[in-house]
């Protein structure tokens, strides 16, 4: 099965807001100014070594060497990876109307748009129970 996962707001968020993974050292923290929400590199090696293919699939207009690369030096690899071009080029073609991002055009199995994660002391979850919490509400998802 795959899973994507949106960019902004769903794994890039503000840090002011949300709980984050630690900042790379620098100068990679001067070149990739995002922040990943906390328990991203956890949820995503976790869903890999359960058997899904994990991608990316986002509207944004960042490089997918960007991408990538940002994630790799969290150790994080994708299987794909569908950014703003991409889906221009692949999905949308010619179309004079403008077609809606997550089509079925690359059979994702569930798609991550937006992720709430307990942002109080007491609705925080372990990893394990957050995880369980993520498979358990993907699994009556339609595909995308």
């Known amino acids: 099965m795959r899973v994507s996962f949106d960019l902004d707001e769903v794994l890039f968020v503000d840090a002011r807001t949300f709980e984050t993974e630690d900042p790379l050292?620098?100068?990679?923290?001067r070149i990739f100014i995002e922040r990943l929400r906390k328990g991203t590199v956890r949820?995503?090696?976790e869903l890999q070594k359960q058997g899904f293919e994990v991608w990316i699939y986002t509207s944004s207009f960042r490089s997918t060497r960007y991408i990538?690369?940002?994630f790799r030096n969290y150790g994080v690899r994708f299987d794909q990876i569908v950014n703003?071009?991409?889906h221009l080029q692949e999905v949308q073609g010619q179309k004079k109307d403008p077609l809606p991002q997550?089509?079925?055009?690359?059979?994702i199995s569930h798609c991550i748009l937006m992720m709430r994660m307990p942002s109080t002391p007491t609705e925080r979850l372990t990893?394990?129970?957050?995880?369980?919490?993520?498979?358990?509400?993907?699994s009556g998802w339609k595909k995308c």
């Open 25 to 29: 050292p620098f100068p990679l923290n």
């Open 43 to 45: 949820l995503i090696h």
């Open 68 to 70: 990538s690369t940002l």
């Open 84 to 86: 703003g071009p991409r």
């Open 102 to 107: 997550k089509l079925p055009t690359f059979t």
């Open 127 to 138: 990893d394990l129970k957050r995880l369980k919490y993520v498979n358990r509400m993907m």
